[in-house]
């Protein structure tokens, strides 16, 4: 597919619309459209994306601003005609070729009325790909503007709906002004938000963010952290028994990560990491519990996390695991703490000390069943869990595209 976007102006620009291009055009690519940008500012930044700058599609080309004035002030220059010759001109020449267009702002916005109304020119007549309007402002509906909107054409092209043409806003609130400016039903209106970008936002290293690629962590229910080296006294095999509960009691995608290699001063914890690992499998845990050591950079060598990646992974998972045996202090716990995770650890002394209350302890022979429950019921009440969850599953950039962008833009072009 071939998608062109349409816009004022497009990234390096900083803006909420320029953000959306950058992300639509980004992962597009990467799952292997071809993206043509053109505005009247912007410059190629996204790899892969064809980059066109038509300055007339700006809302600060000297011609643009000067029509801008007039039509604010209720009267059409002598030159609109042509401008908008021209830049019917310059939409076909840069977008003629692609399946599907997606125009941000101008269809209900009065900061270039002069590419308005060329792309209803295009649209009435029939000329290039079909449209999809992308609609994040309304000047109808603003009482800022209506000094400088007027009866007749341009001005009441941006409070009408035009033939052929897909509607989207960007929320809930936004359709439904958009169906009061338009007097269309809801239904007629597609809602698709923003997103996030997550790996980008905790600012993973290349490390950390391939960990999160291949074990694909941010789509999982719930990811647990145990930070650790593969010692005796860690405990591991607890950590692998309360995962299997969690996730036997909710059905969950709930992973767990265990960060370390084996230790260095006993020869036996490679045998123990052997036995760790068939017990995964026996608890049916091959996909669900990663030992970040069993990787390897290309050079063959074990991937070993810096002090900097533990701090990505803290900020990526939902909990911390440490259901060790012995411990003399537990510096994970504070780190837990820093990173507002909640804890779910063996009740040794050491960890009363560091956590108080503020941790979730239990015995070291409390079945794996009656901790699985406290912990699924700890989760289910913590807001802030719930509202991540919501976020990755609903509101990442990846997602949108996949979900609700492409699927859109495949009904526009049948």
């Known amino acids: 597919m071939h998608v062109g976007i349409i816009h004022y102006a497009a990234p390096p620009?900083?803006?909420?619309?320029?953000?959306?291009i950058f992300h639509h055009a980004r992962t597009l690519t990467v799952l292997g459209h071809q993206v043509t940008i053109a505005a009247g500012l912007g410059d190629a930044v996204v790899p892969g994306v064809n980059y066109r700058q038509e300055a007339l599609f700006g809302s600060r080309h000297p011609a643009i601003m000067e029509v801008g004035r007039a039509l604010a002030d209720g009267n059409i220059p002598a030159n609109?005609?042509?401008?908008?010759?021209?830049?019917?001109?310059?939409?076909l020449k840069s977008i003629g070729n692609c399946d599907v267009v997606i125009g941000h702002n101008f269809f209900?916005?009065?900061k270039n009325l002069v590419l308005t109304a060329a792309v209803y020119h295009l649209i009435r007549n029939g000329e290039g790909p079909p449209w999809v309007a992308w609609h994040h402002d309304f000047?109808?509906?603003?009482?800022?503007?209506?000094s400088e909107l007027h009866p007749g054409e341009p001005w009441e092209l941006l409070k009408h709906p035009w033939p052929n043409v897909r509607h989207v806003t960007v929320s809930h609130a936004q359709q439904d002004d958009l169906a009061q400016l338009y007097g269309l039903p809801l239904n007629d209106i597609i809602?698709?938000?923003?997103g996030v970008e997550p790996a980008e936002f905790y600012r993973c290293d290349e490390t950390v963010t391939s960990l999160v690629n291949r074990w694909d962590l941010l789509g999982a229910d719930c990811v647990f952290l145990l930070p650790a080296r593969v010692t005796r006294r860690k405990n591991i095999e607890l950590g692998l028994e309360w995962l299997a509960a969690v996730r036997q009691q909710s059905g969950w995608d709930a992973r767990l990560i265990i960060t370390g290699p084996p230790g260095p001063h006993n020869p036996t914890n490679d045998v123990y990491l052997e036995y760790l690992l068939a017990l995964r499998d026996k608890l049916q845990l091959h996909d669900a519990a990663h030992f970040v050591y069993q990787l390897r950079y290309e050079e063959g060598v074990p991937i070993i996390l810096l002090n900097e990646d533990l701090a990505n992974l803290y900020q990526i998972v939902d909990a911390l695991f440490f259901p060790s045996r012995q411990e003399g202090f537990g510096i994970p716990i504070l780190e837990a703490g820093l990173a507002r995770l909640p804890i779910f650890a063996t009740d040794l002394?050491?960890?009363r000390e560091s956590a108080g209350p503020e941790a979730r302890l239990f015995a070291l022979d409390t079945p794996a069943d009656q901790v699985a429950h406290t912990i699924i019921e700890t989760l289910q009440a913590d807001r802030a869990f719930q509202l991540r969850r919501r976020v990755l599953e609903q509101f990442t950039w990846r997602g949108i595209v996949k979900t609700r962008i492409l699927p859109l833009l495949e009904e526009v072009i049948s």
Not at 191 to 194: G, I, L, Q, R, W
């Open 349 to 351: 002394p050491p960890f």
């Open 108 to 110: 209900t916005l009065h």
């Open 191 to 194: 809602v698709v938000s923003p």
């Open 13 to 20: 620009i900083v803006g909420g619309v320029e953000l959306t």
């Open 139 to 146: 000047a109808w509906l603003r009482s800022q503007y209506q």
């Open 80 to 91: 609109f005609g042509d401008l908008v010759t021209q830049t019917k001109q310059a939409l």
